[in-house]
């Protein structure tokens, strides 16, 4: 009866810790008086955490000593989670080692700070951070490169980063390098290492939903972008992918981006502005097969009428438009073409017939 008893005081003090933390299996379930001992030693600083933090008070002195109270009593030789070689009390040990972790990461803006510097990585903002791999996916690459790039990662984040989170990385880089480079052995979703890797998307992913809805808009006024827009969209998707880290609403406004972006054109004018504003593009000309029987020539830069003239030559070649339509247009364009194209001719006829001489 009294081992029962026991088993339930320290279950009180286990129920915070997370149930998907892995120990090693060779480690040996606690005996009644290591219980008794854990119960004993570590309930009081245990319970202080878990009222303040289920309180939301994350952010006070409190919490911070609380934190350090615990973190005490988890160091080898301590009395308490730290001192105690078995099953519930390293479980025990590695979920708060991890909470704790995690609310001083909070308090001190890390999170925001690596994400500035996953900016500055990313726009190549900070020449050195060139020579340092600190988006591999390889953990001992990544661990490599921010133990050989800490000067350059110090470099960046001082002029980035306010002092609270550049003070606090600079007492604890080693403790950064551990939460970037080993996964958590619990609820990866809400991990801190799941979230500062799943950050490097972040500047990626703000690009492309940027530049994607700036060529939806021009899209939707018959202007046809050329930027591989199908290649960008799956590497921002497949970097997300890795992680749990970001909300259902983010993934689906980017899957629906994607989705208005594969989209070809419906519409017979719209499709045929397109490809007449992607011919005279001059950073990024389209360049299509049946156009090299009209001499085309590299483009240049400004597009005189002339130029275009001779440019735009293939537009007024039926089967060479069919054609480059078959690739660029819906299939309800195609259906439509014989039709939509004698209107076309017409109207240019028209035009033509009606200019004044003068």
């Known amino acids: 009866m009294g081992s029962i008893f026991i088993l339930f005081l320290f279950q009180a003090i286990v129920t915070y810790a997370d149930p998907k933390v892995q120990i090693d299996d060779t480690v ?12 004993g030693k570590c309930s009081k600083y245990v319970n ?21 109270s615990v973190t005490v009593m988890l160091q080898p030789g301590s009395s308490c989670f730290g001192g105690i070689q078995c099953a519930e009390a390293e479980k025990s040990k590695r979920t708060y080692e991890q909470k704790c972790d995690k609310l001083e990461f909070t308090n001190n803006d890390v999170a925001s700070c690596m994400s500035m510097f996953y900016n500055t990585v990313y726009s190549k903002k900070e ?4 020579d340092f791999d600190y988006f591999s996916r390889d953990m001992r690459i990544k661990r490599e490169s921010y133990t050989a790039g800490k000067s350059c990662f110090f470099k960046t984040i001082n002029k980035t980063c306010n002092a609270t989170s550049v003070a606090y990385l600079e007492k604890n880089y080693e403790k950064l390098l551990d939460v970037l480079t080993i996964p958590s052995d619990g609820d990866a979703c809400s991990s801190l290492h799941d979230e500062l890797n799943a950050r490097q998307c972040e500047p990626q992913m703000r690009e492309f939903m940027i530049n994607g809805m700036i060529q939806a808009i021009s899209m939707s006024f018959g202007m046809k ?6 290649k960008t969209c799956s590497e921002t998707k497949e970097c997300m992918s890795q992680y749990c880290y970001f909300s259902k609403n983010t993934t689906q406004q980017l899957e ?46 400004p ?18 438009m069919r054609t480059i339509m078959k690739e660029e247009c819906d299939q309800s ?3 439509v073409f014989d ?15 009606t200019r004044s001489p003068f």
């Open 256 to 301: 629906q981006l994607c989705d208005e972006l594969s989209k070809k054109p419906t519409t017979f004018n719209m499709c045929y502005m397109g490809i007449r504003m992607s011919t005279l593009d001059t950073k990024e000309p389209a360049n299509y097969e049946c156009q090299e029987k009209y001499g085309r020539k590299p483009m240049v830069e």
């Open 333 to 335: 364009v195609l259906d």
């Open 127 to 130: 020449n050195c951070t060139e």
């Open 225 to 230: 972008e050329r930027s591989n827009t199908t």
């Open 303 to 320: 597009v005189n009428k002339a130029l275009e003239k001779q440019y735009l030559k293939f537009m007024d070649d039926k089967e060479c």
């Open 28 to 39: 040996k379930d606690c005996t009644p008086k290591e219980l008794v001992v854990a119960q």
């Open 339 to 353: 039709e939509e194209w004698d209107k076309l001719q017409k109207e240019k006829n028209s035009r033509t017939s």
């Open 48 to 68: 202080d955490l878990i009222v303040l933090t289920e309180e939301g008070d994350t952010k006070s002195r409190n919490v911070t000593d609380a934190c350090k």
